[in-house]
T-cell receptor, first 112, second 118 residues
Framework: DAKTTQPNSMESNEEEPVHLPCNHS???????IHWYRQLPSQGPEYVIH???SNVNNRMASLAIAEDRKSSTLILHRATLRDAAVYYC?????????????FGKGITLSVRP | NAGVTQTPKFRVLKTGQSMTLLCAQD?????MYWYRQDPGMGLRLIHY???????AKGEVPDGYNVSRLKKQNFLLGLESAAPSQTSVYFC?????????????????FGNGTRLTVT
């Protein structure tokens, strides 16, 4: 199974940009990169996904390295509400590997 | 639109008791998953299902059984609860993966079941 690695934690100041990295050196050509976040005492929620090109939505941006072996979730202006655990996972779009594993994620703290 | 609903929200069991956690989704999703979350451990996959009548083992399946008799429901059973099964359990569902413009299969999670085994 392709796996991802993330730092355990990061800190940010409120209203500043945050770059959350994820390494996936064994990514296959059919893997989408997904990001989820989990607020305290809640279930994880979907943030963004991408395959090769950078992606933007109302929550965040996803920058994908040219070789696809790493990606970065970008929060353009961190708010206190963005303090959460962020997970990066790979999802095979063919459905060949349905065993989705999450790992520990990266805990983001936001300072006022 | 309820999404993914988990019942119960909280439960306390004594060692050796049994129980079933229910996950129900109203989005006609093919894929369903059960995860457990312990402090400092992230999410760990217990079992999953890629369709009605099918189940498969995840990372930590021991001590749990599952059933997917109906497409919308995924049941997680503990036959003889142990203190090590004290955890928060999350269910998730998604549609079939696809490619390009047909790709629309993020996971949708429930709000979790907090289980304590004494």
């Amino acid at each position: 199974d392709a796996k991802t690695t993330q730092p355990n934690s990061m800190e940010s100041n409120e209203e500043e940009p945050v770059h959350l990295p994820c390494n996936h050196s064994t990514i296959s050509g059919t893997d989408y990169i997904h990001w989820y976040r989990q607020l305290p005492s809640q279930g994880p929620e979907y943030v963004i996904h991408g395959l090769t090109s950078n992606v933007n939505n109302r929550m965040a941006s996803l920058a994908i390295a040219e070789d696809r072996k790493s990606s970065t979730l970008i929060l353009h202006r961190a708010t206190l509400r963005d303090a959460a655990v962020y997970y990066c996972i790979l999802r095979d779009y063919t459905g060949a590997n349905s065993k989705l594993t999450f790992g520990k994620g990266i805990t983001l703290s936001v300072r006022p | 639109n309820a999404g993914v609903t988990q019942t119960p929200k909280f439960r306390v069991l004594k060692t050796g008791q049994s129980m079933t956690l229910l996950c129900a989704q109203d989005m006609n999703h093919e894929y369903m998953y059960w995860y457990r979350q312990d402090p400092g451990m992230g999410l760990r996959l217990i079992h999953y299902s890629v369709g009605e009548g099918t189940t498969a083992k995840g990372e930590v399946p021991d001590g749990y059984n599952v059933s997917r008799l109906k497409k919308q429901n995924f049941l997680l059973g503990l036959e003889s609860a142990a203190p090590s099964q004290t955890s928060v359990y999350f269910c998730a569902s998604s549609s079939l993966p696809g490619q390009g413009s047909s790709y629309n299969s993020p996971l949708h999670f429930g709000n979790g079941t907090r289980l304590t085994v004494t």
